[in-house]
């Protein structure tokens, strides 16, 4: 038996008012005054990648062995690099091993889907679990429609073959050159395309046959679907879609628009991902998506459903928003409005890439070293373990501090400096079990934070090279926040 083994998503605790949206931009575009809602709105030090690994932690939990994972395929459509391996970073920010399989993956809306077909079929090759993700982060014009409509979010799955939860039972395919939205290279925006074109012409043609096919390989009929998930942010869009198909309109799974949006290439992983929180064993989905023809998968709910929870789930990451209703931020984190600076805001930030790469451990997965004489951990780790009194050399082992509890000793928010995001928050961070590091502070909201307060640990921006059009990564501390009752 082939299927997921485990699921996860995030989605960034901002999520931005429509409302604040159309108020902000009425005098250009009144027809957006009625819009209600909130979308989920990356924090500027969010991206793809991040989001990513934020969903894979989700997916895997805090466990120190993940040598099981032996492949990595990464989908979006708004990777950072060009050329490098996304992929590659968000292997490295998760210890993974460096002899895995990691590969980038985009250029259309359903590549999430095709991922999880590719890993059913490496896992039914004999190369181990795969861990598909999801993650976009798309940037739209402002006062349009999309600005409304998407949102950032990211997915990940599990696929293999032991303690499977979802067993994987078939898969239809259309891929075909129905353009219904492109960006061309160098290009931030999409350009879209007629509304009613797409509907009729483009999904209304394109994913039925998709879903029979899928349908047919799985040996199920349509009539027997107890979930459907289309994501879409044309209205009732999902439901005419399952009518078409022959799918009951109660199997309709909820999109999460009016909550977070469409994040677009991860939206159908991780409404599936929210879905198999509360699927019971024996239930039958089917999740299609549009884009460049059509794809869709069918899996069958397992009794290990019973026994699996991700880290947080997509649920706890959805009702954990703060709203936001500063427009002028949003667009200064989607770098769509360029603020003063000031003189402190010119320092050139270029990365050492020989010494990022001795020191790839420490700065992607946050790997300390702890003395196996004294027990000490030591951050960044060294060939020297520096106690007191008792210098000892080649002792330190690698101690992952990444999935441990840690609490702030000190602390400073200040404006004097620029930050993206005053006032900029940061302080000396102490972990259980031993280590201390100075770090940056992230998603908090003044006065939310004092000496002694819990923290996690979070992958994110540290900063960017916009010279050279290179993005650092290193890792965050955020107050850790009560788990909603499930």
């Given at each position: 038996m ?20 159309a108020q ?5 575009a009144?027809?957006?005054?009625g819009r209600?809602?909130?979308r989920?709105?990356a924090?500027w ?11 894979a ?7 120190e062995?993940?040598r ?6 990464l ?5 950072p690099?060009a ?5 590659g ?5 998760l ?10 993956l985009?250029?259309?809306?359903r590549?999430?889907?095709s991922?999880?077909a590719?890993?059913?079929?490496r896992v039914g090759a ?8 999801a ?6 014009r ?8 998407d949102?950032d979010?990211a ?13 994987f ?10 353009v219904?939205?492109?960006?061309a ?8 395309w007629e509304e ?13 046959p998709?879903?029979?096919a899928a349908l ?21 869009m ?5 009518k ?11 999109a ?10 991860p939206?159908g992983l ?7 929180e ?9 999740v299609?998506?549009?884009g460049?023809?059509a794809q ?8 290990a459903?019973?026994?699996f929870?991700?880290a947080?789930?997509?649920?706890e990451?959805?009702?954990r928003?703060?709203?936001e ?11 769509q ?20 790469w001795r020191?790839?451990s420490a ?6 070293g702890?003395?196996e ?9 060294s060939?020297?373990s ?7 050399q ?9 999935d ?6 000190s ?8 930050h ?9 961070i ?6 201390r590091?100075l ?6 909201d003044?006065?939310e934070v ?5 923290m996690?640990m979070v992958?994110?921006?540290k900063?960017?090279d ?6 650092r990564?290193?890792?965050k ?10």
């Amino acid at each position: 038996m082939i299927g997921i083994t485990g699921f996860g998503g995030y989605v960034p605790r901002l999520r931005l008012a429509r409302q604040a949206v159309a108020q902000a931009n009425a005098w250009y575009a009144p027809q957006f005054a009625g819009r209600k809602g909130t979308r989920s709105m990356a924090n500027w030090d969010e991206d793809s990648i991040t989001m990513a690994v934020a969903a894979a932690r989700d997916c895997l939990g805090p466990s120190e062995d993940r040598r099981h994972v032996r492949n990595v395929l990464l989908a979006s459509n708004t990777l950072p690099f060009a050329e490098r391996l996304n992929a590659g970073v968000v292997a490295g920010a998760l210890t993974l091993d460096d002899d895995i399989d990691a590969v980038d993956l985009g250029g259309s809306q359903r590549v999430a889907l095709s991922a999880v077909a590719d890993a059913v079929a490496r896992v039914g090759a004999g190369q181990g679990d795969v861990l598909v993700l999801a993650a976009d982060q798309r940037k739209t014009r402002a006062a349009s429609a999309q600005e409304l409509d998407d949102g950032d979010a990211a997915a990940a799955l599990l696929i293999g073959k032991n303690k499977v939860l979802a067993e994987f039972l078939g898969a239809g395919t259309l891929s075909v050159d129905f353009v219904d939205h492109f960006r061309a290279v160098g290009e931030d925006v999409d350009y879209a395309w007629e509304e009613r074109w797409v509907r009729d012409e483009g999904i209304g043609k394109l994913v039925p046959p998709a879903v029979a096919a899928a349908l047919r390989q799985a040996g199920v009929t349509a009539a027997e679907v107890d979930h459907f998930i289309f994501p879409s942010s044309f209205a009732k869009m999902d439901a005419q879609l399952a009518k078409a198909c022959g799918v009951r309109p109660e199997a309709v799974v909820d999109a999460l628009l009016d909550q977070i949006g469409d994040s677009g290439l991860p939206h159908g992983l991780l409404m599936l991902a929210q879905l198999l929180e509360r699927a019971t064993p024996g239930q039958l989905i089917v999740v299609a998506q549009f884009g460049s023809g059509a794809q869709a998968l069918v899996f069958r709910v397992t009794e290990a459903i019973r026994s699996f929870r991700p880290a947080r789930g997509v649920t706890e990451w959805v009702a954990r928003g703060a709203e936001e209703r500063n427009y002028t931020k949003f667009l200064a984190f989607k770098s769509q409005l360029q603020l003063e600076r000031g003189m402190r805001g010119e320092q050139d930030k270029k990365t050492a890439l020989s010494t990022a790469w001795r020191h790839r451990s420490a700065l992607l997965g946050l790997v300390a070293g702890r003395c196996e004489v004294t027990g000490s951990v030591h951050f960044p780790p060294s060939r020297l373990s520096y106690d007191p009194g008792r210098p000892l050399q080649d002792t330190q082992k690698p101690y992952k501090l990444a999935d441990r509890a840690a609490r702030i000793l000190s602390w400073s928010a200040e404006y004097l400096s620029y930050h993206p995001a005053p006032p900029h928050h940061y302080g000396q961070i102490d972990f259980e079990g031993g280590g201390r590091i100075l770090m940056d502070f992230t998603d908090l909201d003044v006065g939310e934070v004092d000496s002694g307060t819990p923290m996690e640990m979070v992958f994110r921006i540290k900063d960017i090279d916009e010279r050279r059009h290179f993005t650092r990564y290193f890792w965050k501390a955020t107050p850790v926040r009560v788990a909603a009752a499930r």
